[in-house]
């Protein structure tokens, strides 16, 4: 008999919306002997495990079930309600899983735990009008609100027998009764406590500082169903190795859980401080260089349309008094005018804290001591008490040193930034103004060698002259020496002195970098000469800071040895009382 090929179509068309029946687009077909595990929770434990204000499922337990089933190619279903509810379906096997349950001893003979993925930190909540319970002992023969079939429950009938306890459906009515002046306390994890408190509006109420108790807090299977629980601890782990477990808990729980103590937010005032210097430094430097190469190209078109020498070098002076100022203000000038006051006060709120934080320390640290020798060690911000009553006073002082450092370091960009109309006649001390200069360069000195040092001199004798200008001239010999440098540690040394044949006071800037060849030495101060100018240079620097030591009186001696290094000698007469008058 003759095939009929319209029967067969239809049967193929019958047989695809079958398959598209049983498994729609975005379904995963469960593999062979995998079924759907429904994965139970708490529908009010924010921010763990909540319903969210369209009804869904939400929280840190929720997207990490949700990231392991992915990992581990599970196909489940997440289902919230009331917690005592939850506890009964799993026994009823009505779900395979709870996806968030508190350890302790007395439920490992009604389930399996995981490996815990949070620490839950139990807290006492009181009315803030209220002497406030703080300990075990306190909540004797009180009233205390917990919610029914929790770990608080099962917690104070084992360990405070004589406390009357109100048992609730859910954490949100614990909170309401309490805030609306009912009962003595209740007892609520911190961290859901402090997410319900927020969104109910209760201002009225607050956690003691000190936990109750800390308990681990992980996934539980009904007693021997360790096939999947091995699975779920499985999943786990790989999202631990990839960095995901994380991400998420930093999303759901970095905001409130696990706070350090003060002197960690004072390091993150910190970091916001650095981190908008360092963009704006970034931006400073590509700019600068922009403007050297500008300078550069300038200047070689000068050099070509300029015909005699007496008039070349009187418009390269006004040109260099001109770039003197717009490269500083460039550089720094606006650096400071935007970043100095937004500086200045937050490390003026850390300057006036940590005093503060200090005094409470040495108030704090006989109660703890107390407590050491009376109980042993415990648990203080994460670390043993042992160890932090060492570590604390040092990180607050240096906290408070680095603090310091950073007010130091506004000042000298200030003083550097500022404008130099002054005259030439205050007395200084070369010793400070090389230090600030130091200061200034710090980090291009740490980014060029590992082998930098200064040597002050003793009782040198007062320079008269303007310190803006004269630490400009100690700003560029340093950052000329480090350029001159090949490799990370070759070494630059700095050392003032007093030349008592000479009569001069002086400073050495040496670096141990490529050298000059001889037929340079004697161009170093031209206008215009160097010898970096395919790195940007524009042969200005030198040129400019002869001039400014010829103002006042000094002079720059160059010596180099190609292979070796260079050292340069600044030398500026002294300043005595008796040559004022």
Avoid at 92 to 105: K, T
Avoid at 195 to 201: E, F, I, Q, T, V
Avoid at 512 to 525: D, F, P, Q, R, V
């Amino acid at each position: 008999m003759p095939s009929r090929p319209f029967p067969r179509i239809l049967t193929g068309a019958l047989l695809a919306l079958l398959v598209l029946a049983f498994f729609p687009p975005g379904l995963r077909a469960a593999p062979p002997g995998e079924g759907l595990v429904v994965v139970g929770g708490d529908q009010s434990y924010p921010p763990y495990e909540f319903l969210d204000d369209e009804g869904r499922p939400a929280g840190f337990n929720v997207e990490l079930t949700e990231a392991i089933a992915r990992v581990m190619g599970m196909r489940i279903e997440i289902r919230l309600g009331a917690w005592g509810t939850m506890r009964r379906a799993l026994q009823r096997r009505e779900v395979d899983i709870l996806q968030g349950m508190a350890f302790s001893e007395e439920r490992t003979a009604e389930v399996d735990f995981s490996l815990p993925h949070a620490v839950v930190h139990q807290s006492i909540w009181n009315r803030r009008t209220a002497p406030p319970l703080t300990t075990l002992d306190d909540l004797q023969g009180r009233e205390v609100i917990v919610m029914r079939g929790s770990i608080m429950h099962d917690f104070m009938l084992r360990s405070a027998p004589g406390s009357t306890l109100i048992l609730t459906d859910s954490l949100a009515e614990a909170l309401r009764l309490l805030a609306l002046g009912r009962h003595d306390c209740a007892l609520v994890a911190k961290l859901p406590g402090l997410y319900l408190s927020r969104k109910l509006g209760l201002s009225n109420i607050e956690p003691v500082a000190l936990p109750l108790i800390a308990q681990d807090y992980g996934y539980a299977v009904r007693k021997g169903n360790k096939d999947l629980l091995a699975r779920f601890d499985e999943g786990l782990t790989l999202l631990r190795e990839t960095g995901e477990y994380s991400r998420l808990h930093r999303k759901w729980l970095g905001v409130l859980e696990n706070q350090g103590p003060p002197w960690r937010r004072i390091a993150r005032y910190v970091a916001l401080v650095a981190g908008p210097l360092l963009l704006i430094l970034g931006g400073t430097v590509g700019w600068s260089r922009t403007l050297q190469k500008e300078v550069a190209s300038r200047t070689a078109a000068l050099e070509l349309e300029v015909a005699e020498r007496r008039r070349a070098m009187e418009e390269l002076e006004v040109r260099q008094r001109q770039l003197i100022q717009a490269d500083k203000m460039t550089s720094l000038g606006i650096l400071v005018s935007g970043v100095a006051h937004e500086l200045n006060n937050p490390n003026g709120v850390i300057m006036l804290n940590i005093p503060l934080l200090q005094k409470a320390w040495r108030d704090a640290e006989p109660i703890l001591e107390e407590r050491y020798l009376r109980e042993g060690d415990f648990t203080l911000g994460w670390l043993k008490y042992s160890r932090m009553r060492r570590e604390i006073p040092l990180l607050l002082g240096e906290t408070l040193e680095s603090s310091h450092r950073i007010r130091r370091i506004v000042d000298d960009l200030k003083d550097f930034a500022r404008s130099d109309d002054s005259d030439h006649s205050v007395r200084l001390e070369l010793n400070a103004v090389v230090a600030a200069a130091v200061r200034l360069v710090e980090p291009t000195i740490r980014k060029a060698t590992v082998a930098f040092s200064a040597v002050y001199g003793d009782n040198l004798p007062m320079v008269r002259g303007n310190p803006q200008r004269i630490e400009q001239v100690v700003v560029n010999l340093i950052l000329n020496a480090c350029q001159a440098l090949t490799s990370f540690e070759e070494a630059v040394r700095i050392e003032t002195a007093w030349d008592p044949l000479q009569g001069r006071v002086t400073l050495v800037v040496e670096d141990e970098g490529a050298g000059i060849a001889a037929e340079h030495l004697e161009h170093l101060t031209d206008p215009f000469f160097t010898t970096k100018r395919e790195a940007g240079g524009t042969g200005l620097g030198l040129s400019v800071s002869a001039g400014i030591v010829k103002e006042h009186g000094g002079t720059l001696h160059f010596a180099s040895t190609p292979g070796e290094g260079t050292a340069v000698t600044l030398s500026l007469p002294p300043f005595f009382e008796e040559q004022s008058a």
